[in-house]
């Protein structure tokens, strides 16, 4: 069986691709860097991340994006002996404005080194490329409209202003003949994310609708012609939860269909999980998969008989799950950041973190403020589980307050909980906690524990932090003396989460917990941290 999600915690906007008997789901990353992460299973069970293949900064240069910005919803397709990505860069979000620049990638193997980015163009984001029968290629993004009222927290539809085809030109690499739009999208609103396949005579397009919180949803429709006109399904929807808020697997759309060598056929697709009370995704927007089936009037249903999507569904035949580590111990041994873990929006890495300095060790260089969009010191790995413990090891010695570093849970710049070692004026070298409560846009810091608690001056410091469900208590220990000490008061987890703040549509990335340094004298005071541990509870 498959158990859904198959990729828990931030991967949103799954793009599936099969070649041969191999699987590969692209997925978005946000300002998140490198960009694009591309997971592969052979059984469609079990699945690693293999590549994040946007490293360079000719690919992709993200210091400035606002947070929810830089690469939404990348398509990953297989054809001519290459792997072909396309991806959007986005550079705006409040505003009537999102300024989207599309781009393609490709690379003989998904492993490789990937090549420098062909622009494309920038009328909406989204895009997606289809391979045709006949050797031709099409080139689609949603179309965006700046001339109707809309902002980041509440998108109008007619801001979506439909799905664009033209034809993609590979001996020149661009664009020719006439721009076409080719769907508008259902009642429902919001169309975007489209994906082209080709079966019995037909060209279905799959779309995203409804916006990306609670009415989602997956919108099939079907044309003789590639470019229209498109009827509807006869369900409207492949796959949707917004009429019901009982499931388990809420936020259900944007995806893709894939196709098994025997035959089957499955479809990807976005969702959240809510804890309540509050119906707050913290885990972001995950990645699942749904068996499917093509009855009699030449359309696609879920097996299940229902539009609504089942957390587990038939798989191949032998596969079976591997079991994964409840915990996880990081060294930094090697001189490669564990494949898990991004930082922030910069192609340049080594002005922020480096493995070498002192082997064996993260060393943080602070940077910016914690929160820049620009330079920012930070370093992450997703959060999986609803309930998990984080902790982490540093030797730190400030010699200012604007010196601060240690260990955090992230979203953004204003959502965010940190505890850190730091020097204050009184207490010298002291254990603070800086919090950002979802306070948009102004992104006011609150500090639970006020100065902080006095540690010694000399002497690694331990971190470390546990999250269960919506609730997060710190702690810290002087390293081998006594016993981990709770620091502060339980604080609201939940708020580091999709919904948190300034609520749904506001931001759509997810949770991360890690490590960060920030010198705001521009100094650029070096933290070095040993280990870092992540465990499920």
Known sequence: ?????ILPGFNPDPSICRVGDDYYIATSTFEWYPGVQIHHSRDLVNWTMVRRPLERKSQLDMRGNPDSCGVWAPCLSYADGLFWLVYTDVKRFDGNFKDAHNYIVTSPTIEGEWSEPVYVNSSGFDPSLFHDEDGRKWFMNMQWNHRTES?????????????????????????????KNIFAGSSLGLVEGPHLFKRNGYYYLTTAEGGTGYDHAVTMARSRTIDGPYEMHPNKHLITSKDHPEAILQRAGHGQYVETPDGQVYHTHLCGRPMPPKRRCTLGRETSLQKCVWKEDGWLYLENGRVVPDVTVPGLAGAVPVEKPVRIEYSFDGGKLPDDFQWLRTPQPERIFNLTDRAGHLRLIGRESIGSWFEQSLVARRQEHHSFRAETVLEFDPDTYQQVAGLTHYYNRHKFHAVAVTLHEKLGRCVTILSCNGDYPHSRLDFPVGSGVAVPTEGRVQLSMEIRDNDLQFFWQTEGKGAWQPIGPVLDAGVVSDE??????????????????????????????????YEEL
């Open 1 to 5: 069986m498959i158990r859904n999600p």
């Open 151 to 179: 902002f980041g927290g509440a998108p109008k539809s007619p801001a979506f202003d439909g799905i664009l085809l033209q034809e993609w030109d590979a001996a020149t690499r661009s664009l020719k003949g006439p721009i």
């Open 500 to 533: 948190g703040g300034r609520g749904e549509h506001g931001s759509f990335t997810g949770a991360f917990a890690g490590v960060f340094a920030f010198d705001t004298s521009g100094r650029a005071k070096t933290a070095d941290f040993d280990w870092f541990n």
